[in-house]
Nanobody
Framework: QVQLVESGGGLVQPVESLRLSCVASGFTFVQYDMSWFRQAPGKEREFVARMNGNGEIVSYGDSVKGRFTISRDNAENTAHLLLNSLRPDDTAVYYC?????????WGQGTQVVVSS
């Protein structure tokens, strides 16, 4: 079955960096887009970044453009999200997502807290 497992979250200070990972299994990873979303307390889930299967097409949410970078290692079935110049309003649970034949799959999320 399809599984997505995120890791790499934690507590960091403003302007520091984190690298999140999403290990995928149960499907042919290279054939599908991978996306990252986040959800802050009391807010709706927000689009962060998306990359297509071969890594040639990338898009970002306006709030993270220029600070976050999505990547993927198709040999390792893993998607990454590099979070630079973190701010307190980046505090959220970060989720990876893929869509396969119209079915949406989410990971369990990894918590990122940015605080001094």
């Amino acid at each position: 079955q399809v599984q997505l497992v995120e890791s790499g979250g934690g507590l960091v200070q403003p302007v520091e960096s984190l690298r999140l990972s999403c290990v995928a299994s149960g499907f042919t990873f290279v054939q599908y887009d991978m996306s990252w979303f986040r959800q802050a307390p009391g807010k709706e889930r927000e689009f962060v970044a998306r990359m297509n299967g071969n890594g040639e097409i990338v898009s970002y949410g306006d709030s993270v453009k220029g600070r976050f970078t999505i990547s993927r290692d198709n040999a390792e079935n893993t998607a990454h999200l590099l979070l630079n110049s973190l701010r307190p309003d980046d505090t959220a649970v970060y989720y990876c997502r893929t869509i396969i034949v119209g079915h949406v799959y989410w990971g369990q999320g990894t918590q990122v807290v940015v605080s001094s």
